[in-house]
């Protein structure tokens, strides 16, 4: 973990990285799935870090209960973001303390984390389907100790 976070402090995001930012600053970081609704579209598409393919605002919003429940602390750290047309992809450090069985492994209690190179494309302001592909394995790794 040692590469550092970007920092937004003083700084202009275009629209749709504000959005990125949104998505893991605050509604990630702080579990609000009241956000849901304001960054994606209602029928988006979603393939999380740690695997799953979703469909639609309530599939999300079990998917955050599931990682914030599995995660105590759960904390994005962006480490880069680049923008391109209707696209915003990045690199991001995924992290929390392990308290919920995952992958087979028992709880730990241990810090842990994963890397995930996320891929939003956007229709309009909203986000129509986020792909995020997750360092599942460097995970188990960890996990496991």
Do not use: C
């Amino acid at each position: 973990m040692d590469e550092p976070a970007l920092s937004f402090e003083g700084v202009t995001l275009s629209p749709q990285k504000e959005v990125v930012r949104v998505f893991y600053k605050e509604m990630w970081d702080r579990a609000d799935k009241n956000l849901i609704p304001k960054i994606f579209h209602q029928g988006f598409s979603f393939r999380g870090s740690l695997g799953p393919t979703l469909t639609g605002h309530a599939e999300f919003a079990g998917y955050v209960d599931w990682v914030t429940g599995a995660f105590g602390e759960y904390t994005t750290d962006i480490l880069a973001l680049i923008e391109e047309d209707t696209r915003v992809s990045g690199k991001m450090r995924f992290h929390g303390f392990h308290r919920k069985e995952l992958f087979g492994v028992a709880p730990t209690g241990r810090h842990v984390w994963w890397t995930g190179m996320p891929i939003f494309t956007f229709e309009g302001a909203k986000v129509r389907d986020l792909y995020v592909l997750g360092d599942i394995h460097g995970l188990i790794g960890r996990l496991k100790g």
